[in-house]
């Protein structure tokens, strides 16, 4: 590998080879630490699989777990991670027969709208699609609103941005989530509990890439059925995580967020099982990130190249 007085031939570019370190920084916390050519490895993946995805559209009808939505039955919401072909989900529904109100944040409703454009037409009297601002101030109103007309409610757990038009407040906790411990938002249960929405935790669970997108129902949750709103939602959220902590260790590249979970939500774990050729990882000069804490340090060329050969090389 080329080496100078100031620099080290990377194998990406200098926004491409930032984006690597920052997401083998989340791999390690989650999954363990790993070395470079390991988390490496995960990045060119999940890299080949986000490309796919983001522009896979499914070609027939799918079978579905789900029946039509008769007159008269309840809408329900939709609880779902980025994970997988996630954007088909919504679609899947659609083709069950039943409307949905997706809620997004601001920076990426202009990508689904162009995205779900043909399902968002004048209403025809057919099943629809809507997409809602997260940040909407009237979020909690307008929920209502697509509840009483008998549109489903469809939410992404890991999305960057809470509901802050919400009606109840969505701060972050602690969860834990395989060998680390993440902030997330639990205000989508606050919200089905004050709404007596029931509500089932589902995934896009295809064989492949390749394959037609496929819904599965992994939990249902019915808040009438818990003691009180403090018992639905922490029982909720502890199965929602753990069992989708099932699914990610076998494919943990099917998980978008591993690419910018650092910008919202601290992720911890043991310190222990860290050694310092895991926590450092060189960006170009004169930076190192520790991978750990997430920090940038500069350090002198001498040091800067003498890392680049220890651990890239």
Known sequence: MLLTNKTFSFPLEEKSWREFAYFSANVCHIFGPKNFKDAFSLFERAIVFSQIQSTH???????????????????????????????????????????????????????YSRFYSGWMQTDNGGPRLFLERAENPFLGLRIRGHLERGVDIFVYADGNSGSKGSIVPDGLRDQQLLMGSIGIRSGFMELAHLLSIRTRFVLETSASVDAEPYLQVIERFDPKEFRDRSDFVDTSIRRIYARFSEYLKDSPVNWESLFYLHQSRPILSDKNIW??????MPLYFPNILDRFSYRVHQVDSQTHIGLCKLLLD
């Open 275 to 280: 050694s310092p050729e895991h926590r450092v």
């Open 57 to 111: 559209h499914f070609q027939k009808k799918q079978e579905i777990e789900l029946d039509p939505k008769g007159a008269g039955q309840d809408p329900e919401l939709f609880v779902t991670f980025h994970y997988g072909k996630y954007r088909m989900l919504p679609l899947l529904l659609i083709t069950s027969g039943r409307s949905v109100a997706v809620v997004i944040s601001e920076e990426v409703y202009e990508k």
